[in-house]
């Protein structure tokens, strides 16, 4: 009999189960990343919305001055000011282009906590197909506005805000998803790879943006919404939502059964009969809960639990049952700080490298995608380190005390030279997002399946988008500070930045501490 072919020995070496929870990961990966995709275009745009010129009094460097007025006149396009393009040609521009990230952010942080309650009622792969179409149709309006000559700054700032509303059915449902499909065991390396998916889309998103930015700045929205579109649709063909869906063994516990039909579900906990099946190794990804240190007093019943999970079973967990949930506020008010910094250098990031570099857009855009770059390795490393030491908190806490003193280091060293720049973007970006990524995946995931809950598995879409909405206020808070501590210098705008990381860790003291706690009991 011939030896099988060492690519078949491959495909073969792995089970059924493998093969589709690396095809839902790589899926879910793709689609989200396609969101954050969307989201880049108009921090690459802004440098193309207003530019510097002779007539403007933003210019801060009399060299720049003195070579602007040597420029002789050029005509223009009719649709083109001196400055850039009207509204934004204005000496308020930083204002207006701040109206225009807050707008998208506040919408994104209020249809949040609508978007997990009404995702827990509704098929994930319907939602979030249709999320991504509208998706795609408001990015590529906001593009449209050059192809028509809109100058209405309303037009732009309604594009933005329609397009946060709906861009909220995205993250509880891709989280709710990858985490139906893995278990625990290695949950923090597992979803920090799989967050890297947000640096991943601001990666493309600016590279495609930067392309058309400086000759056609539209089609930088146009192309992003037509790429969520069409991955709005690989959505609808491809997404399973539950391993039940392909009869796959994928649950969490050998001692519970959970029978799943489309949109009706629950789950029956049977008794631990004995301590051999407790005893019986258990493959990590079928683990569920949080630390061991919370799972030492389970109760043991006489009868089996049943937690409905259909329109027609017991109702999902209200809003404030999640907020209950040990630790959900303590991350919730963490991460309102973390993406408040983490989402102004999204925004403002190649504004700054445009004004401290003095880069075209272009150049700028391409530059800023380092600081994502430093993101994937930084999410990875806090899943690494959370997984093996089995604290959450404490691994933001420690990443988000180093951030502080990087963010003042990167204010200073970023005006030394292109060279130190790229450095700092890449630290930077690391710190920045690593407590960031932990907290919107594995953190979520965590406290989704707490042991409270009983086995109501819908709740991970509620307590995923009360987490990621309260961020989403930080989120809506930074890029609009930003915009207004600006003109009085990019200093205050660093020192901004410090004093949310400082808060943000503030909010974890209580965790750190009774995770060292446990940690000294556990030891004793």
Known sequence: MAQLPPGIRLITSFSRDQWYRAFIFSLTFLLYASFHLSRKPISIVKGELHKHCAASHEVELNSYKEYAAQIQPVKKPSNVSQCGWEPFDKNNYKQLLGALDYSFLCAYAIGMYLSGIIGERLPIRYYLTVGMLASGLFTAMFGLGYFYNIHNLWFYIMAQ????LVQTTGWPSVVTCIGNWFGKGRRGLIMGIWNSHTSVGNILGSLIAAYWV????????????????VMGIVCFLFLIE????????????SSSKTFLNGAARFRVQMPTLNAMETSKPQDPEMQHLLTDCENFSVSLNSSPVVTGEGRHGTSAISFLGALRIPGVIEFSLCLLFAKLVSYTFLFWLPLYITNVEHLDAKRAGDLSTLFDVGGIFGGILAGLISDRLEKRASTCGMMLLLAAPTLYMFSAVSKMGLEATVVMLLISGALVNGPYALITTAVSADLGTHKSLKGNARALSTVTAIIDGTGSVGAALGPLLAGLISPSGWNNVFYMLMVADACALLFLLRLIQKE?????????
């Open 516 to 524: 060292l706690r446990c940690n000294a009991d556990h030891t004793l």
């Open 161 to 164: 805000i329609a397009n946060g």
């Open 214 to 229: 400086s000759t056609c700045w539209g089609l930088s929205f146009v192309m992003p919404g037509v790429i969520i579109a």
């Open 242 to 253: 539950h391993p039940k869906d392909v009869s796959c063994s994928c649950t969490p516990s």
